[in-house]
């Protein structure tokens, strides 16, 4: 029997097939490599489909779609910019009056002129018409009778229509009775007869002031008056008598005064 032949080792890689046996030789029985497989490449992640982005984009409330109170969305009436992207229109502006249907100053003047022409108006027929400047009058017949009564009393005679009598008074005090009667004299200025039984150093203090002193005398065709100076921008003529004093007093000139005193009968 010839000697099994020598093997010489191989050099080729782990992979190669094994040599093969002699002839007669049964082959030797070698286990099985397992072959080395290279790793499988990391699966590449899939771009997202539309199907989600569309899903998405149903989960976003609409801006332009109505709120719960059925008007459109808080942001449109802002015309605020969304997150999402989705524009905004902008708000209309308010509208504004123009330069014609505005009201200017000349209109203004215009209505204010309308609103015065029927008030001047009516100032013109109450002045002129009506004579509202003259001052009301009263008829003194009542109360002279009444005062003749308690005394002798001295009524004015010839005084003109510019001598208006605006104010009749008696009346009966504890320490006698009193008539008043006043006047507006052609001046506009105010002119009082007072005729009283109470004692003329009572009566003459209270009506001209305790500051009043006497300054001359007027004499008419019947009676002598005193003249006196009374409050600021008074003068009073007096009649002094037993039982009656009779005084003229008036913030106007001592003239009309003097006629006063001239008309008493």
């Known amino acids: 029997m010839e000697p099994a032949a020598t093997e010489t080792p191989s050099t080729a890689s782990p992979a190669a097939a094994p040599a093969t046996p002699a002839s007669g030789q049964p082959a030797p029985t070698t286990p099985a490599t397992p072959a080395t497989t290279p790793p499988p490449p990391a699966p590449t992640p899939a771009a997202p489909t539309a199907a989600p982005a569309a899903a998405e984009a149903s989960d976003r409330p ?30 209309e502006p308010a509208p504004r009056l123009t330069k014609r249907e505005g009201r200017s100053p000349r209109d203004m003047a215009l209505s204010l002129v309308v609103l015065m022409v029927p008030i ?35 009524a004015p005679t010839g005084l003109n229509s510019d001598w208006r009598v605006t104010a009749a008074n008696f009346k009966r005090e504890k320490d006698g009775a009193t008539l008043r009667i006043g006047y507006v004299d052609p001046d506009d200025k105010p002119v009082q007869v007072v005729e009283s039984t109470v004692p003329a150093d009572t009566l003459v203090p209270a009506e001209v002031g305790r500051e009043g002193k006497r300054t001359g005398a007027y004499r008419t065709d019947t009676r002598t008056w005193l003249v006196y100076s009374g409050r600021p921008d008074e003068t009073a003529l007096i009649f002094t008598e037993a039982n009656r004093t009779v005084l003229i007093i008036g913030k106007t000139d001592r003239s009309n005064l003097e006629k006063v005193a001239a008309s008493l009968k």
Not at 73 to 87: Q, R
Not at 127 to 139: A, H, K
């Open 120 to 154: 001047v108006l009516l100032l013109v027929f109450y002045r002129v018409v009506l004579g509202g400047d003259e001052p009301m009058t009263v008829d003194p017949a009542s109360s002279i009778q009444l005062a003749s009564r308690e005394f002798t009393v001295l």
């Open 62 to 91: 609409d801006p332009a779609a109505p709120g719960p109170s059925g008007g459109s969305d808080v942001l449109d009436a802002l015309a605020v910019p969304v997150a999402t992207g989705v524009p905004v229109e902008a708000a």
